[in-house]
């Protein structure tokens, strides 16, 4: 498959941008804070602390060919989960199959329950045939509410209008409640390695198992994600991308980026900035650190967002993903400068356009140019994003691979659940009369 890739950081050296760029000397004054980073990192992976850097060396994906066989005959997929647990195999399906897949396909329609909004559920089941349907329940704990709550909905209406509704459902859990239903009941059900984190996890049966059952080439997703690993443990900080695009952003948060805008030029990425937004924002978010992720797709955000990264607080670095193939293009004729020019030329001089404005006004920008986005493509930038957060969370000297500040939230919402007011679970009222506007 076709995988050549590339990084490139010009556009945010000090020999491009002048102070508000990478000085020159900027990698060599923190070149022993970069090697025990590196270090630090590697010391956990040969801890066994680091799951997602053995992921993408698993050879045997025969249980993932057998599930891709069982569901040949189903026409619908519904995928219920949250965050890591969902964005992974969305992000990995649209970025391949496209954004109207379900549209035109005569294969399986794939719908993604990825929140506790009642109108989106109803919808989703009120559009599949539940006979023909097949569920996937994924959740690393296996207690996550919303992906419960969905779960016990889809299957009280498999259990009231089917016959032997066990053989439409998979379950990827190692807790919680979700593994004991499956246990209990009989489902098919997958492990996550515990060493995985939940928004590293899409090359854990997490993503594979139901990306197995869509048509994605899940082989191709790993070999570009080990093709990657292969840069990625380069201790030369100039030939491992992960690594200097990690070092960029770090230094440059240090001169006050702490916005990073992750722009894909094509509208099937969008979703990997989803990904991405999670990944970056949960895993660098700590101890009062962090940098705010930011997706914006090209070129339709040049007319929303651009005015605010152009003359806007200089606290961004911008980050292009650039695809230099479509799968399909259309010729534009009968206009002035536009004509015989294919569409692809308009996005592509856009792209181009955007990031010479950027960099005209000092604005650091990165660019991954991607000849065509493929699953071995897909596979190399999921790998290198991954392993860039897991090198910044080292950097910033915070755990990348945890999130005990969500959990309040997760507690309150239990026990209002169980009757108790917000008032009594937190001591403040957050509806207080002399603050508040009709309207
Ligand atoms: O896979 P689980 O355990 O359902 O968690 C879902 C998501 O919720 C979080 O724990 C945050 O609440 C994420 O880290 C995780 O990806």
Request: hydrophobic share 40%; net charge neutral.
């Amino acid at each position: 498959m076709k995988g050549k890739c590339l990084f490139n950081y010009t556009n945010a050296m000090e020999k491009t941008i002048g102070n508000d760029g990478v000085l020159s000397t900027d990698i060599e004054h923190i070149k022993n804070e970069i090697e025990e980073s590196y270090n630090r990192l590697f010391k956990k992976y040969e801890n066994k602390e680091l799951g997602f850097m053995d992921l993408i060396y698993q050879k045997d994906l025969t249980t993932y060919n057998e599930l891709k066989k069982y569901s040949k005959d189903f026409e619908y997929i519904i995928i219920i989960g949250m965050g890591g647990s969902i964005l992974g195999a969305q992000m990995v399906y649209e970025a391949i199959k496209g954004i109207y897949y379900n549209e035109h396909t005569t294969n399986k329609k794939v719908y993604f329950l990825d929140n506790s909004d009642p109108e989106k559920t109803f919808e989703v089941l009120n559009l599949v045939d539940l006979e023909k349907t097949l569920v996937f329940a994924i959740s690393k704990s296996g207690n996550t509410a919303e992906t419960i709550a969905n779960f016990l909905i889809v299957r009280d209406r498999l259990k009231n209008n089917i016959k032997n509704y066990v053989k439409n459902i998979v379950i990827v859990a190692n807790d919680g409640m979700l593994r004991e239903m499956a246990e209990k009941e009989g489902y098919m059900l997958f492990d996550v390695p515990k060493n995985v984190g939940g928004r590293f996890s899409v090359l854990s049966a997490v993503g594979l198992a139901p990306l197995s059952c869509m048509g994605i080439n899940i082989e191709m997703l790993l070999n570009g994600a080990r093709d990657m690993d292969k840069l990625c443990k380069n201790k030369d900080i100039f030939k491992n991308p992960a690594l200097m695009n990690a070092v960029i952003h770090y230094i440059l948060y240090n001169k006050g980026k702490t916005v990073a805008v992750l722009m894909p030029y094509i509208e099937r990425l969008h979703k990997f900035g989803m990904w991405y937004r999670q990944l970056w924002g949960e895993s660098l978010g700590k101890d009062g650190k962090g940098q705010t992720p930011v997706v914006s797709v090209g070129a339709k955000d040049q007319h929303s967002q651009l005015q605010l990264y152009l003359e806007g607080p200089k606290d961004k670095i911008i980050t292009f993903l650039r695809v230099n193939k479509f799968k399909n293009d259309l010729i534009i004729k009968n206009s002035n400068y536009l004509s015989g020019h294919n569409l692809s030329e308009l996005l592509l001089s856009e792209q181009e356009g955007t990031e010479a404005s950027l960099t005209s006004r000092n604005v650091p920008n990165v660019s991954i140019v991607i000849d065509e986005l493929n699953e071995y493509t897909l596979g190399k930038l999921i790998y290198l994003y991954e392993m860039q957060t897991a090198f910044m969370g080292e950097l910033l000297k915070i755990n990348a691979f945890n999130q005990p500040a969500v959990e309040d939230g997760k507690r309150i919402t239990r026990e209002l659940l169980r009757g108790k007011s917000i008032e009594e679970l937190t001591g403040f009222k957050s509806y207080d009369k002399n603050y508040i506007i009709e309207m």
